[in-house]
Each structure stands twice: as C-alpha cells, then as structure tokens.
C-alpha cells in the first residue's frame, strides 16, 4: 500500500506513526508528504491520484479539494472540508471520493469513553480553521448548539461564522474578540483547540485561564504534536476532564484504514503508538 498526505502544514509525526503502527501489524504501507499552495495543489493532487492508493488531507488543502473535485458525500459537501480521499474503481477508471473521517471519529471516542458531555452548555473552540467545521457538525449531533470561535484574525472568524450559519441550520455561532475569549463566562462545557503551537500567533500563549470552561466540561487539544502540556493543565486546574487528541485520531485514522485498505487495526493499537511518537518529539 502506498499513500500520501498533501498538505499546506503537514500532520507528519502523525502519519508516520499510523505507518508505523500499520507495519507493526503486518500490512505493509510506505506513506510520503507532499506540500503544496493554493496555486498548485490542482497539480499536484492529479499526480498523486495516479500514483498512490490512498491520500489524506490537512491543513487547507481540506478545503481546497473541493475546488477539483464533485465526488463527496452531502454533508462532506455541506461541511466543505475533507481530510482523505477514498479510491474507488470503476469500470469507467478510477474515481476519489471526499470523506471526513473526523465526524465520526470524535463521536466514536465521547461514545468509546462513555462520557456524557452536558448539551446544556455552550462550545468554544479557538481556531477558525476548515477542520473546525467538522468538530462542531460532529458536537451538533450529539445536541451542543451554541459555539464561540475565536481566532488569530478576527476578520477571517466572522467570516468564517457567517459562512458556517448558511451551512449548517440551528446553530447559534459567534465569533469572539481574541482580547476577550478569557473573560467569557464560564457557559462552556466542551473546549477545544485546533491551532498548533508555533503557528498560531501567539493566540495559545494568550489562554492563562480557563474560567470559561465549566468544571465538569471537557478539554481537547487537537494536534498531536506538538503537544501543549500547559492547556492540559490548566483544564485540569479548572476540574474539567481531558478528551486526549491520540484518541480522537486513532478513531478517525482506524475508519479510514477500514474503509480506503480493508485493514482493521484497533483504536487502542494507534492510539499508543501516537503516544509513543508524541512523547518522543
């Protein structure tokens, strides 16, 4: 099996490990990284899709294959973002179908840990990114409606508020002033972070408190690396529970496996390998 991700901020220590994890189990796999931009990632993802049986997506290129491609399910269209492209054969040729691996992946872990979030309460997420999209159409289903987005640019998060208002129906969005996402009240029971550490203008340095989580809420850095030990601590501190990023991924990348290669390897399998990878960074 060869099967690459494209990327405009690539997911490595990731996908190396989901490799290796796939190797340790007897499926042989190699995995190669391709970064691209808007401009030419038409290209480069046309070269790939002859080459490779399997393509993952991140970054912004989760958004940008739906400018080449037709093929997705409806919410993955509602959504507009993708993080794999599943192959498909036809006797017509070859066709590649946009998933989003994700929305079920975050719902398998809540359902896996049998945490029972409180709906009652609102969601905020710092980072107004395409996989956000994804997070909160995931959290909708369980029956969380109100989200708080804050980011970087706050022109780019009211735009990306109002786009999400026309996608996805009941939901009450705001985007929120970065100088002001720690004085928000504490109404939020769910929490996460999609930004990575390094690339976010110095937006994480800014959460010193958590008072905006509730007690019992729930924490979730997203990136698997690199790993950002002072936001666990701090949910820790305000008596919220940690949903741990290599769960929610080892779920994701385990349904991708089973559904792109027919491989099935446990969540519990990648998700250690994913710990191991991260402490070693």
């Not at 393509?55 to 993955?76: D, V, Y």
């Not at 979030?117 to 289903?141: Q, W, Y």
Request: negative net charge; proline residues 3%.
């Amino acid at each position: 099996m060869r099967w690459c991700e494209i990327s405009d901020s690539s997911e490595k220590v990731r996908f190396e490990a989901l490799s290796a994890a796939m190797k340790s189990s007897g499926h042989e796999n190699s995995v190669e990284f391709f970064t691209v931009t808007k401009d030419d990632f038409g290209a480069q993802l046309a070269a790939v899709e002859r080459e490779f049986d399997g393509i993952r997506l991140s970054g912004n290129a989760s958004e940008w294959i739906f400018q080449q491609t037709e093929r997705m399910p409806s919410l993955t269209a509602t959504l507009n973002t993708a993080d794999a492209l599943a192959r498909e054969e036809t006797k017509e040729g070859i066709r590649w179908w946009s998933r989003a691996y994700l929305l079920d992946g975050l719902n398998r872990t809540l359902a896996a840990s049998k945490t029972t979030p409180d709906i009652s309460g609102a969601v905020f997420i710092l980072g107004a990114r395409p996989i956000t999209r994804v997070l909160i159409a995931s959290l909708a289903r369980i029956g969380f409606s109100r989200f708080n987005i804050v980011d970087p640019d706050e022109t780019k998060a009211q735009e990306f508020c109002e786009n999400l208002k026309k996608r996805l129906f009941g939901l009450d969005v705001h985007s929120v002033a970065r100088h002001y996402m720690t004085q928000l009240p504490g109404i939020h029971s769910f929490a996460a972070n999609v930004l990575e550490h390094g690339k976010d203008d110095g937006t994480i340095q800014e959460l010193f408190y958590f008072n905006f989580l509730k007690p019992n809420g729930l924490w979730l850095d997203l990136p698997l690396s690199p790993f950002n030990q002072a936001l666990e601590a701090e949910a820790v501190a305000v008596g919220a529970s940690i949903l741990d990023s290599s769960s929610v991924l080892s779920q994701t990348d385990a349904l991708w496996l089973n559904e792109c290669f027919g491989v099935e390897i446990s969540p519990q399998t990648l998700k250690e390998k994913f710990d191991q990878s991260r402490q070693s960074v």
